[in-house]
């Protein structure tokens, strides 16, 4: 099994920053992909930006040149620094990641249990 660890989400004024952390555990032998999604009320869930073990970047646009992710493939965990929030930006955001749990097997989605960002205008 493994487990994702959301932390950093909260409260900010517009134009604050966040820095949200993941860290995944459990029967890892690597992890493909890891990424941040979120979800509005009402919405749908939507990718933010996602990340490769190689470290290919790709942002939703609506994020482009405010957000910034990262990842430590030595702690297993990836990183969102969230710079000039909106109030557009409150969501619940998830991470998800991709586990590789040994050499060989197909990896699997695994996703955290959210963490509530809220932008006040």
């Known amino acids: 099994q493994v487990q994702l660890v959301e932390s950093g989400g909260g409260l900010v004024q517009a134009g604050g920053s966040l820095r949200l952390s993941c860290a995944a555990s459990?029967?890892?032998?690597?992890?493909?992909?890891m990424a941040w999604y979120r979800q509005a009320p009402g919405k749908q869930r939507e990718l933010v930006a996602g990340i490769t073990r190689g470290g290919f970047i790709n942002y939703a646009d609506s994020v482009k040149g405010r957000f910034t992710i990262s990842r430590d493939n030595a702690k297993n965990t990836a990183y969102l620094q969230m710079n000039s929030l909106k109030p557009e930006d409150t969501a619940v955001y998830y991470c998800a990641a991709d586990v590789v749990y040994m050499r060989d097997s197909r990896p699997a989605r695994y996703w955290g249990q959210g963490t509530q960002v809220t932008v006040s205008s």
């Open positions: 459990g029967s890892i032998f690597s992890i493909n992909y």
